[in-house]
C-alpha cells in the first residue's frame, strides 16, 4: 500500500521547485515597482514639458506627450536665457562649474590621499588627536563658518574669484576624503608597507609607487564624491563669488526663480535638466567601480 | 655574513611591556629561531631588529655596528613576511627588482641578481606573472627571493610558512634549511611551530610575554628544558606532569600519592632544593615503555588504559598514574582498547624535575 501513494517529500531531488508568483515575489516586486514610478514620473513630466512649447503647456496637460516637440526651451536655457544683465543661458555657469570643479577635485584629493596614507602608515605623535579634530570638523554645521572664511577670503583678496571658492571646496571635502582614503590604507596589509620600507622605499616612494597604484577604486570613489558634491554645491557658490562667476547651480537658481515676465515652464526644465546632467553621468560611468571602492574602504577602519 | 646583538632591549606599547630587558647574541652564520605563542613578543623582537619598529630603550647591533636607529634599508637585512607581501601590482621581476631600484643600482646588476636568485630558488619561469597569478608556495618563494636579491647578510623571516598548506609548508621548510646550508648567512626565524624550529634552527630562543625562557639548542631544549614552560611548550604531544614533593637526604627522592621515585642517574640542575620542598616531575609521553620494555625501567606501574588516540605512526594512550593523568606513547600497531591494563615504565634519569614555586628546572 504505501508504496503505491506518491510522496513528493520522497521523491525529492535536484534543485528545489520556485514559485515565480510566491507572496513574498510579489510584495518584493510591488514595492520596487511603487518606488520607481514615484521617483520617474517627475523626471517623466521634467523631460515631456522640456520639449513642448508655452502655448501647449498651458493647456495644463502635464503628463501628456508633446504635441509638437521643439528643442527651443534647450536652446534658450543653454545660450539665451537671462540673469541679470548677462543673456548668455546656462553655458556661463556651465564653464564657471567646470573651472570650479577640476581644480577643486584634483586638489582635494591629491592632498586627503597623502593626508590619508599619513595617517595609516606613518603615525606620529598626535597622529590620531589630528585625524579626530580633522573628522569633528565635518560635523560643524556650515553656517557658522560662512561669515569667518568670507573674511578670510576677503583678506586673501580671493573673494568673489573661481579660485577663492576652489579653496573653500577642497579645504570642506578634507575632512570626509581623509577619512576615506585613510581607511582604505588601514586596510591594506600593513606587511607590504614593512616589505617595502626593507625595500628601501621612502616616504614618497611608497605612496607613489606601492600605495597609489592599488587605489584606483577609493580614487573613485572619491572623484564621484567630489565631482556631484562641488557640481550640486549651491551655498558656497552663491556666497564666495559673484554674477559673473557664478557656478551652474546657482545661475539655475536665478533662470528659475526670475519673478519677473512670463514663467517659462518648458525653459526651466530644460535648464534643470542641463545642470543635473554631468552627475548622472558620472554615476553611469562609473556606478560598478563606485560600489566595489565604497565596499573596500568601509570594512576596516 | 654578521654577527646579530641585541642589548638590553626594551619595548613599551603605551603601558604593555612588550619586550623586557631583552639581550641576544647571535654568531655570523647562525640559524636561530624565535618559538613562542602569539603575544610573546618574538614577532615584535624581529621587527625591532629590522627597523620596523623604535625601541624604547637598549641598543642593537649588526655586524657589531651600532644600529639602532638606521633605517631599515641601511641595515644590511632581508625580510620574508607571513603574508608574502608582495607589490600586487608588479610583476615577480618587478618585486624584485623594486630594492634594487631604490638603491639604484645598475641595470647590468640587477638583471644578473634577480637571474640568480631565480635560479636559486627555480622561479624563472614566473618572472612576467603577477603575484595574483602565483600560488602559496610560489609566491613565498617569490618573496625569499626579495630578501635574496638584496645580497644581504641577515635574513629575517616572520612566519614565512604560517599560511600554507600542510606539504607545501613541510617542502618549503626544507628548502630553506637547504638554502641557509648553501649561503651560511645569518638568519633569524620567528614561529610558532615547534617542529620547524626543532627542525631548522641551530640555536632556538624560546619566548614568552616579552623575555627569552632559554636559548640553546634544539636537543638541549627538548631533553633538558629550563623551565616548566618550555617543556610544555616543546614536544607534542605535550609532556605530562606530576606533582609531588621531594624528600630524602639529598633532596633525591620524588614523592607523588603513594609513589617513592628515586631520581638516579638525574643530572640536578644548579638550583637550590631542599627535602619537603613541593615539585613537578615532567615525563614525556614518548619516553615511557610500555610492557615488555617497561621492565628494564627504575620505574614500573601497570595502568589502566582509559582513551585511546590512533595516530598512524603510533597511537597516544590516556590514562592515570599516581591519581593524575598520564599519557604514553605505544607503537602504532598496538591493539589496545580503554578497561586494558597495560604495564608501563620510565626512567627518572630522562625526565625533568620542576620547582613548583619558580617553575626553574631543578
Known sequence: MADTILNPVAEARGPRPKKAFSRANIFIYGTLLLVSVYYLLPLYVMIVTSFKGMPEIRLGNVFGPPLEPTFQPWVKAWAEACTGINCDGLSRGFSNSVKILIPSVTLSILIASVNGYALANWKFKGSETFFTILIIGAFIPYQTMLYPIVIMLREIKLMGSIWGLVLVHTVFGMPILTLLFRNYFTSIPDELFKAARVDGAGFWGIYFKIMLPMSLPIIVVAIILQVTGIWNDFLFGVIYTKPDTYPMTVQLNNIVNSVQGVKEYNVNMAATLLTGLVPLVIYFISGKLFVRGIAAGAVKG | ?362
Open chain 2, 1 to 362: 655574513m654578521a654577527t646579530v646583538s641585541v642589548k638590553d632591549l626594551v619595548l613599551n606599547f603605551g603601558a604593555v611591556k612588550v619586550l623586557r630587558d631583552l639581550n641576544l647574541n647571535i654568531p655570523t652564520g647562525e640559524f636561530l629561531v624565535l618559538l613562542g605563542a602569539s603575544g610573546s613578543g618574538k614577532s615584535t623582537l624581529l621587527n625591532c631588529i629590522a627597523g620596523l619598529l623604535d625601541v624604547t630603550d637598549g641598543q642593537i647591533f649588526i655586524d657589531d655596528k651600532n644600529v639602532t636607529w638606521s633605517e631599515p634599508k641601511d641595515r644590511g637585512i632581508g625580510m620574508v613576511f607571513q603574508s608574502y607581501a608582495l607589490y600586487p601590482q608588479m610583476t615577480v621581476k618587478g618585486n624584485l627588482s623594486f630594492g634594487l631600484k631604490n638603491a639604484k643600482l645598475p641595470k647590468a646588476e640587477i638583471e644578473k641578481r634577480i637571474e640568480r636568485a631565480a635560479s636559486v630558488l627555480q622561479i624563472e619561469p614566473l618572472l612576467d606573472r603577477k603575484p595574483s597569478a602565483l600560488s602559496g608556495g610560489q609566491r613565498q618563494r617569490v618573496a625569499i627571493g626579495r630578501a635574496l636579491v638584496r645580497d644581504v647578510d641577515v635574513f629575517l623571516f616572520d612566519e614565512p610558512l604560517s599560511n600554507l598548506d600542510a606539504k607545501l609548508r613541510a617542502d618549503l621548510r626544507v628548502e630553506i634549511k637547504r638554502l641557509h646550508q648553501r649561503l651560511k648567512n645569518t638568519m633569524i626565524y620567528v614561529t610558532h611551530d615547534q617542529v620547524e624550529a626543532m627542525t631548522l634552527a641551530d640555536r632556538i630562543a624560546v619566548m614568552s610575554q616579552g623575555i627569552i625562557l632559554q636559548l640553546d639548542t634544539p636537543n638541549v631544549i627538548y631533553n633538558r628544558p629550563a623551565n616548566k614552560y618550555v617543556a610544555g611548550f616543546i614536544g607534542s604531544p605535550e609532556m605530562n606532569f606530576l606533582d609531588g614533593s621531594l624528600s630524602g637526604a639529598k633532596a633525591d627522592i620524588f614523592e607523588t600519592d603513594d609513589k617513592k621515585i628515586k631520581l638516579s642517574g638525574y643530572t640536578f640542575s644548579e638550583q637550590n632544593r631542599s627535602s619537603a620542598q613541593s615539585a613537578i616531575l615532567g615525563v614525556r609521553p614518548e619516553q615511557v615503555a610500555v610492557n615488555d620494555h617497561a621492565e628494564a625501567m627504575p620505574v614500573t606501574e601497570s595502568v589502566e588504559v582509559e582513551l585511546v588516540e590512533p595516530m598512524g605512526a603510533d597511537t597516544l594512550v590516556w590514562s592515570t598514574f599516581a591519581k593524575q593523568p598520564f599519557r604514553f606513547r605505544m607503537e602504532g600497531t598496538a591493539i589496545v582498547s580503554p578497561g586494558d591494563k597495560v604495564k608501563i615504565g620510565f626512567d627518572p634519569a630522562k625526565a625533568s624535575l620542576f620547582d613548583t614555586d619558580t617553575e626553574l628546572r631543578l
